[in-house]
């Protein structure tokens, strides 16, 4: 597919999604929601992608919705009629990955500005980086919105205190990479230059790993996260032994005892 508001470019078992609107600082029109929309649902069904990396074009990553063209409503929905699907019925996603739906990993590479609903890739991604440039805020109710599913999100990722803090004082209270690396916010400071070459060496990493392990001990932390201990500990078993039935699973401990490096096959 071509796209007008991202790039989407493979390389061997990864997808980079850049969004591509630096003039807006890759603010989220409904056209820019729809190609993300198409591009998550194009890596995650191409079985030759294993990986997918987001990262953001110019000095910005995402500075939530284009406030040009927010609706009534204040939220951006998509292109399509109003309520004509089970999405808009739902809390409005916005740019968020379908972290819940899809199994591939998702690895957000966060190169300037982040706010906003810009927010949902660093507390939704599964390995969160960013440039030493980077800077992290809501703006909210600067603007007469109430900052709703970017601020519950966060403020399951950072402490309370924090979340509140950032909600509150919108625009005005803006996080440094620094900041958001000491709160786990993000797991990685980088050199702002080696930001997209340091996050396809992480990808090779996690690639060089069993994909289908990879894909259920993902799923076994995230859906887990929304459960009782206990139960999450059985959905996880759920998980390893569904996939004690892949070839995979064969090969890693075969090619542990030849001393080789093993051949995913990924089935």
Same mark, same amino acid.
């Given at each position: 597919? @071509?796209?007008?508001?991202?790039?989407?470019?493979?390389?061997?078992?990864?997808?980079?999604?850049?969004?591509? %609107?630096?003039?807006?600082?890759?603010?989220? @029109?409904?056209?820019?929601?729809?190609?993300?929309?198409?591009?998550?649902?194009?890596?995650?069904?191409?079985?030759?992608?294993?990986?997918?990396?987001?990262?953001?074009?110019?000095?910005?990553?995402?500075?939530?919705?284009?406030?040009?063209?927010?609706?009534?409503?204040?939220?951006?929905?998509?292109?399509?009629?109003?309520?004509?699907?089970?999405?808009?019925?739902?809390?409005?996603?916005?740019?968020?990955?379908?972290? %819940?739906?899809?199994?591939?990993?998702?690895?957000?590479?966060?190169?300037?500005?982040?706010?906003?609903?810009?927010?949902?890739?660093?507390?939704?991604?599964?390995?969160?980086?960013? @440039?030493?440039?980077?800077?992290? $805020?809501?703006?909210?109710?600067?603007?007469?919105?109430?900052?709703?599913?970017?601020?519950?999100?966060?403020g399951r990722v950072v402490p309370r205190s924090v979340a509140l803090r950032m909600a509150l004082m919108g625009k005005h209270? %803006?996080?440094?990479?620094?900041?958001?690396?000491?709160l786990g916010m993000i797991s990685e400071i980088v050199e702002h230059e080696r930001l997209l070459e340091r996050a396809h060496?992480?990808?090779?990493?996690?690639?060089?790993?069993?994909?289908?392990?990879?894909?259920?001990?993902?799923?076994?932390?995230?859906?887990?996260?929304?459960?009782?201990?206990?139960?999450?500990?059985?959905?996880?078993?759920? $998980? %390893?032994?569904?996939?004690?039935?892949?070839?995979?699973?064969?090969?890693?401990?075969?090619?542990?005892?030849?001393?080789?490096?093993?051949?995913?096959?990924?089935?």
């Amino acid at each position: 597919m @071509s796209y007008d508001t991202i790039k989407y470019e493979v390389d061997g078992h990864k997808a980079t999604i850049t969004l591509n %609107r630096p003039d807006a600082l890759n603010a989220l @029109s409904p056209h820019m929601i729809t190609e993300l929309r198409a591009a998550y649902a194009e890596a995650e069904n191409d079985d030759r992608i294993w990986l997918l990396i987001v990262t953001g074009a110019g000095r910005a990553f995402c500075t939530g919705a284009d406030v040009k063209e927010i609706p009534g409503d204040g939220k951006v929905i998509n292109e399509r009629p109003y309520l004509s699907t089970y999405e808009q019925w739902e809390a409005p996603q916005e740019g968020t990955p379908p972290f %819940r739906t899809m199994a591939k990993p998702v690895l957000a590479a966060i190169n300037g500005i982040c706010c906003g609903a810009g927010l949902d890739w660093v507390t939704t991604g599964d390995i969160v980086i960013a @440039s030493d440039k980077a800077t992290f $805020f809501d703006p909210h109710v600067s603007i007469g919105l109430v900052g709703a599913r970017e601020l519950v999100r966060l403020g399951r990722v950072v402490p309370r205190s924090v979340a509140l803090r950032m909600a509150l004082m919108g625009k005005h209270e %803006r996080m440094t990479a620094q900041r958001a690396y000491e709160l786990g916010m993000i797991s990685e400071i980088v050199e702002h230059e080696r930001l997209l070459e340091r996050a396809h060496e992480i990808a090779d990493i996690v690639n060089s790993n069993a994909p289908l392990a990879v894909r259920g001990t993902r799923l076994a932390i995230i859906k887990g996260l929304d459960l009782p201990l206990h139960e999450a500990e059985m959905l996880a078993e759920s $998980f %390893r032994e569904r996939n004690l039935h892949t070839e995979d699973s064969l090969e890693g401990p075969k090619a542990f005892m030849e001393k080789r490096t093993p051949e995913w096959q990924c089935r």
